[in-house]
């Protein structure tokens, strides 16, 4: 969850796990009510073209936008998604990126790899977590890869972290 969080607040965006049956187990999302792929398989029999299917297929970062994608209901969106890979590089999963209402950034299918990377560190850390998640160090090759402008700041204000945009 902090990864996908950290995420979705920095794209404004859906940010989905899909597990190696490309099952969609979790879903982040900026808006109040959105359930439309949690709980859903994503096989291109019954979804069509879109990131799901062919990070599946692919198995490396992808970016699947508008008219790309074969349902008529998805040519809205622009998508990204990142693949987890097992240690003999088949495929495990994915980080799935899903916009509605605005173009995903060039570097999208890098923030995911980016992303699914640290979901992936926080799951082989089980125990020391937190203390990762203590340091906002943890998220700053995240907010590194944003185009716009990112500040983290404490209840107080006072500056935690910001990417280069920011600070130069």
């Known amino acids: 969850d902090p990864v996908m969080s950290m995420l979705s607040a920095l794209l404004d965006s859906n940010v989905s796990l899909m597990d190696e049956d490309s099952f969609v187990y979790h879903l982040v999302s900026p808006f109040e009510s959105?359930?439309?792929?949690?709980?859903?398989?994503?096989?291109?029999?019954?979804?069509?073209?879109?990131?799901?299917?062919?990070?599946?297929?692919?198995?490396?970062?992808?970016?699947?936008?508008?008219?790309?994608?074969?349902?008529?209901?998805?040519?809205?969106?622009?998508?990204?998604?990142?693949?987890?890979?097992?240690?003999?590089?088949?495929?495990?999963?994915?980080?799935?990126?899903?916009?509605?209402?605005?173009?995903?950034?060039?570097?999208?299918?890098?923030?995911?790899?980016?992303?699914?990377?640290l979901v992936k560190r926080l799951f082989l850390l089980d125990r020391k977590m937190l203390q990762a998640l203590s340091s906002m160090a943890f998220f700053s090759p995240l907010i590194q890869l944003c185009e716009e402008g990112v500040a983290i700041t404490n209840e107080q204000g006072c500056l935690l972290s910001a990417n280069d945009v920011v600070g130069g």
Request: aromatic share 8%; glycine share 8%; net charge positive.
């Open 34 to 117: 959105y359930p439309r792929a949690l709980g859903t398989t994503m096989d291109e029999a019954v979804v069509g073209t879109c990131n799901a299917v062919l990070v599946r297929a692919e198995n490396r970062p992808v970016r699947c936008d508008y008219f790309e994608h074969y349902k008529v209901g998805s040519q809205a969106y622009s998508a990204a998604a990142a693949p987890f890979l097992h240690d003999d590089g088949s495929f495990g999963g994915a980080l799935l990126l899903n916009s509605p209402l605005k173009p995903l950034p060039a570097r999208a299918p890098i923030m995911a790899a980016v992303a699914a990377r």
